[in-house]
């Protein structure tokens, strides 16, 4: 059976921009980790994109992306499952499968600056960010913050495309804490940031967006721009993750 959402679940997503759901994965936590664990030992050359940072431990991995070609479970549960199909409903459209990233959080891994995802997202107006728990996310290991309610416009964003401190002081955060397998729905435009994993215990988590079916297919072009901006890019003081510079961890 399709998974629908109430009216009551509409209401949350309307009124906070954000809505917490935990029936929607539909194979065991454990297949979930053992795949996340497969596509972090991916190594050689191919279509697949990891990311590194430096920590006081030592380099870790920082993100994979754009892995669902080559894996056929992460392919299914983004874009034919229940969290797909939850998508569409708040799009109200069916949805497309944007980009996927795998944010590790490692021991010892930066967090991100507060900032709303839709300044990174070229080529496309309505889009919906998905975080599906592969650990457990608590505030120790650093989930997510959001700010309930400010998901209507563009606010102020500073010279990384990250929200201004003005802003971030005006604003009420809360946490949102996940247990692993939970899934959360949040807008493009809803505020959010989190801190870095001071616990002893990695939080990884599977990050998948999506714009509805009118706007098109635009995952192709949205890792070739990716590509180009990354190789014109200059190093800096962060690690380069994403097209605007949310992301607090050091390069190598």
Request: charged share 25%; aromatic share 8%.
């Amino acid at each position: 059976m399709a998974r629908t959402l109430s009216a009551a679940e509409h209401g949350h997503y309307g009124e906070h921009g954000w809505l917490l759901l935990d029936d929607l994965l539909e194979v065991d936590v454990d297949r979930l980790q053992h795949e996340v664990d497969a596509i972090a030992s991916w190594s050689g050359d191919g279509e697949w994109l990891h990311h590194h940072e430096l920590t006081d431990e030592g380099p870790k991995l920082a993100r994979t992306e754009n892995f669902t070609p080559r894996s056929a479970l992460m392919a299914h549960l983004l874009t034919d499952s229940a969290i797909s199909e939850v998508a569409s409903d708040l799009l109200g459209e069916p949805a497309l499968l944007y980009k996927e990233k795998i944010n590790y959080k490692l021991v010892g891994g930066a967090g991100f600056s507060p900032h709303q995802d839709k300044p990174a997202y070229p080529f496309v107006e309505q889009v919906l960010s998905v975080m599906v728990a592969v650990d457990d996310a608590t505030e120790a290991n650093g989930c997510l913050f959001v700010a309930s309610g400010q998901h209507h416009h563009l606010l102020d964003q500073d010279e990384r495309g990250c929200l201004t401190a003005a802003v971030v002081d005006e604003l009420i955060w809360e946490p949102v804490e996940l247990r692993a397998g939970q899934t959360l729905f949040f807008s493009a435009l809803t505020p959010h940031r989190s801190g870095p994993n001071r616990s002893t215990k990695d939080r990884r988590a599977l990050y998948p967006t999506y714009n509805g079916q009118s706007e098109g297919d635009l995952r192709a072009a949205y890792y070739a721009e990716k590509a180009e901006q990354f190789a014109r890019a200059a190093q800096g003081d962060r690690v380069q993750l994403s097209l605007i510079g949310d992301f607090e961890g050091r390069p190598l």
